[in-house]
């Protein structure tokens, strides 16, 4: 087998990310020497390791309390960052999309069609270099719905938007926000039941580097 030298303290989980960041991303535990153990175990000198993944499994910020390799640190905090920018620029499209539908009931006009015509104008107030960073900005809290709308409908001061107060506003908006947030990670904390992965095929166990001996490093 191939010999991997790790720094002393390191994980199951360092292990996975040191063969490969798909390995990591998706660990979900493993064996050493043949016995059952959890991502965060840590290995010794000699071990043989065996690692198990789940197609279900994602990297979580909790992760990076136990894993001690700059390589796995490195690829965890890469994926939470892309991971937050895309579902921030999802929850700003749909936040966008439901305030627009409801303005233009109210006011019987395509208020979509004038976003799309006005979005460089927009983008300019905002200091926004594309509409997926607008998106994102949105969906962050960093800018609220009511400025964005009253930018559309050529309205200063939420005046005519029929709006509550902007403290009220923002509450509203943070609110939507953190029922999103919440449902997205009610979602995360089921158990995984599809077992292991191995090219389409489930409940199959990922030997990885058998007979590999992790070094103190």
Known sequence: GELFALAQGSSLLDFAYRVHTELGNRCVGGK????????????????TVEIMTSSDQVPRRSWLDFVRTSKAQARI????????????????????????????????????KTHKEKLGRILSTFDLSDEESFLSALGYGQISIESVVGEILGTTNNQGLGLS?????????????????????????????????????????????????????
């Open 32 to 47: 050493i020497n043949g016995k059952m153990v959890p991502m965060r175990q840590q290995l010794r000198n000699g071990d």
């Open 77 to 112: 905090r890469q994926w939470l960052k892309q991971e937050q920018r895309q579902e921030s620029i999802d929850l700003g499209r749909e936040l966008l999309d439901k305030e627009l539908k409801k303005q233009g009931s109210k006011r019987q006009i395509d208020v979509s």
């Open 165 to 217: 107060k902007d403290e009220q506003s923002d509450a509203s908006t943070m609110q939507f926000i953190e029922e999103k947030a919440s449902q997205r990670d009610a979602s995360r904390s089921k158990d995984v039941r599809d077992g292991i992965i191995v090219g389409g095929e489930k409940n199959v166990l990922i030997s990885y580097c058998k007979n590999c001996n992790p070094l103190r490093g």
